[in-house]
């Protein structure tokens, strides 16, 4: 009579090894879409109490604000370089900018952008006075991906607003941006 060892086979553990690197595959890109959710939201609380001191500010001076020294606003990050030449403050950390943009008054917004990793060029954005592109919403948070320039979204056009964020894609936007308006 033959023995049998107490063990497993090798087709068993390739078996096993098959079955979690599957499961892996489908729970991994859950699981990376749910941690980016989780950083819009820290963009978003930040970028929500920047347009509410812009808006204080505006209610007081009758103007917007030209840099965030002027709000009553602690924000928790250092001073960082901006998306672009039209922004006249920066404050930012490793994950995101947040931007005020007061060159003209033509064109006031507070933005706060990826500046780097997957979703470099993707944020979102409050509008105060856009005369540049009337069909952006204003005041109003939206979902942007930047099309040119410093921090271009590499993406294909609506991973991060779109599919990732349940974006819709807003009519007749030809800035630097696409603009979604994304559920509050």
Known sequence: MRKFSKGFTLIEILVVIIII??????ALPFYQKAIEKSRTVQ???ILDAAYKAE???????QTYASNFNE????????AATTWGDWFSDA????????????????????????PSGPYEGAGFLYQMICTDYPAI??????CIEKKDGVHTFQKEAGAYCE????????PG???????????Q
């Open 71 to 78: 709000l009553d606003l602690n924000i928790p990050w250092p």
């Open 137 to 142: 919403p204003l005041h109003e948070p939206l």
């Open 21 to 26: 690197g599957t499961l892996a595959a489908i």
């Open 91 to 114: 404050r930012g950390n490793d994950e995101w900018v947040l931007n005020l943009e007061r060159g003209t008054n033509s064109n006031v917004s507070v933005m706060v952008g990826r």
């Open 43 to 45: 963009a978003r609380q």
């Open 173 to 183: 936007n030809t800035g630097s941006y696409r603009v979604y308006r994304v559920l």
């Open 163 to 170: 599919t990732l964020l349940s974006g819709t894609l807003v």
């Open 55 to 61: 808006q204080i500010y505006f209610l007081i001076n």
